[in-house]
């Protein structure tokens, strides 16, 4: 989903929606403070729950032994590093990693596939319509309601407790087998 898309649901929901203008609202109060509600937002459900990448790095076999280094992804966390053969079947492959750089052997050809939890393009002020946004998809469904919660807070004369509601009654719901939750028990706390 686009960061559009998502603000066109948002609008809607605070019946803001004109999809004949420019910014797609007529009011310019919530055109000046879209991003600044969004950015907030994003960056909440963003920590919750970020998507996995990957990045494959591919070593050439050469006749003078030793490290060839790659620059690994600049991540919050890696989660695995798969050696890999010329099948794509797991395989040991010679690596380390020093600082922000993995190092691999190049006494023969290998592939290294790095699983991890990158950094995500936050929403601010210059944020693209065509922005595809970086989180999952059932918490994109969400964004919304906690945008409009927000907007409605600081504002006397409407009631923000119905889509923020909305907004923990969904965030409650969502599919938590893909947090990474870990679950420590020691002894005697069975």
């Not at 076999?61 to 794509?88: A, F, H, R, T, W």
């Not at 807070?153 to 009654?169: H, I, L, S």
């Amino acid at each position: 989903m686009t960061y559009l898309e998502n603000k066109k649901i948002f609008l809607s929901l605070v019946d803001e929606y004109a999809p004949n203008t420019k910014f797609f609202t007529v009011d310019e109060d919530i055109q000046i403070k879209c991003a600044l509600l969004y950015a907030p937002a994003y960056q909440e459900l963003a920590d919750f729950r970020t998507r996995k990448k990957l990045k494959e790095i591919e070593v050439s076999k050469s006749d003078i032994e030793g490290y060839e280094k790659v620059k690994l992804p600049k991540c919050k966390q890696i989660k695995k590093i798969i050696g890999m053969d010329e099948n794509n079947n797991k395989k040991s492959v010679d690596h380390y990693i020093l600082g922000e750089y993995i190092y691999v052997s190049n006494k023969e050809n290998s592939k290294i596939v790095i699983e991890y939890i990158p950094f995500l393009n936050l929403i601010n002020e210059e944020t693209e319509d065509d922005f595809e946004l970086e989180i999952d998809q059932d918490l994109q469904a969400i964004l919304p309601y906690k945008v409009a919660s927000d907007l409605f807070k600081t504002d006397p004369g409407e009631d923000y407790t119905a889509f923020e509601k909305e907004y923990q009654r969904r965030l409650a719901n969502i599919n938590t087998s893909t947090m990474g939750i870990n679950v420590n028990i020691t002894e005697g706390e069975f």
